[in-house]
Structure formats: C-alpha cells, structure tokens
C-alpha cells in the first residue's frame, strides 16, 4: 500500500472519506493514511484522524518558527517554514503521496520538487474555472453563482508552483439551481467531494505504482 499525508484545515470530512474506504474495503485500498497535518489546532479533522488512531501534527507558523519569529515573519517566510517543515516530516514518515483535503494554506519551495506529481488538491469548482488566489470554499460558490454558471462541481489535480494549475485528475459535476446560496451549492457538491478524492488517490496510488 501507498502511504499517504492528508493535510487539512478544518472539518475534515473529505478526510474521513478517505478514512471510511481504507477501514472498509478489505484488502482492496491501495493506501494507508500514515499521517494527518493541520495548521490549526482547533481543526475537527484532528479528532477524526486521532479517533482513527492515525498520527496527527499542527504545522502552523507558532510550531516551526516559534511566537517571536512568527509575528514578524512575512507570509511567504511563514509559508516556506510550514512546507518545509512538512518536507522534513513527510521524509521521516516515509510519506510516498501527499493529498491536500481542505487544506487553507498554499504549499512551497523544495516540497513541490521532491513531491513532483505526488501532491494532490481537491478544489471545489471544475478548474480551470473559479481556481486561484482567493478561491476556497464559500468565495467559490459565491463566484460560480455570481456567473450565473448552469453547472459546478469539484476537481482532483496535481498540485504544482502555481495556484490550481496543476494537471487534472478527476472531476465531478453538479447542476447549479436558480435559487441556490453558496451553502445549498456546497450541500450538493460535497458528497461529489468525498467520492472524487477516494477516486484521485486510487487513481494517483496506481499511476505511481506502475511507474
């Protein structure tokens, strides 16, 4: 099996997705969560994670840089700490795959080289519409109905240096209703979500293994 680093930020329920495939399809998953990380300690998908006996860590600007280099760090200095921190630790793990689920930071520096076509993003829009700076959750769907778009969805992509750019793995689609709100268009995506990332790492497990 594949080990795998799911990085999350909140709720966690793409993450437990994941967890309820590895846990019930027998031999069949090709691979084993080994790790989570958070750069929040209050995310819930730490509960999740834990209460599935998986080793967790927080990587937020205050665990790597420490208080006082944290405040006065630029948010690129906090960005690149974080990444290679996570480096450091997805080595000491023997991480092979890196899936970002939810994950509100934007990775950078030498783990997108020595990760090369090994880090996965989910985005909720169907890329390459609605992706980058400033898309993520709410502000996507707020975007996609603002555009008076007749269908949405969610995409599983390669992450790469730039912001949602990276090759596209899988995607799943939605119709977008006429008096939908953001929470009404995420009701309906959501469980597109937790089928798309069970799906891209399958899919990514099995195109490394036969690499």
């Not at 944290?70 to 690129?76: I, L, S």
């Not at 709100?181 to 469980?191: D, G, S, V």
């Amino acid at each position: 099996m594949t080990n795998i680093a799911v990085l999350v930020s909140g709720g966690g329920t793409n993450l437990q997705a994941l967890i309820d495939y590895e846990r019930n399809s027998d031999s069949n998953c090709p691979y084993h969560i080994a790790l989570v990380i958070s750069n929040t300690k209050n995310a819930y998908a730490l509960e999740r994670a834990q209460k599935a006996g998986i080793r967790t860590e927080i990587k937020s600007p205050y665990t790597v840089l420490g208080k006082e280099k944290a405040e006065n760090a630029t948010r690129d200095e906090k960005r690149l700490a974080i990444s290679d921190s996570i480096l450091e630790l997805c080595k000491e793990c023997n991480i092979e795959l890196i899936v970002l689920a939810g994950y509100l930071s934007v990775l950078g520096g030498k783990i997108i080289d020595e990760y090369s076509g090994k880090i996965m993003n989910l985005h909720p829009a169907l890329l390459p519409k609605f992706g980058g700076v400033g898309m993520w959750g709410e502000n996507v769907h707020k975007a996609v109905i603002a555009a008076g778009e007749k269908e949405s969805g969610c995409t599983i992509h390669l992450v790469d240096s730039g912001c949602d750019t990276g090759k596209i793995l899988v995607q799943k689609k939605v119709p977008v209703m006429a008096d939908d709100t953001p929470e009404t268009l995420y009701e309906r995506i959501a469980p597109e979500e937790h089928k798309a990332i069970v799906e891209g790492v399958c899919l990514l497990c099995k195109n490394l293994n036969n690499n």
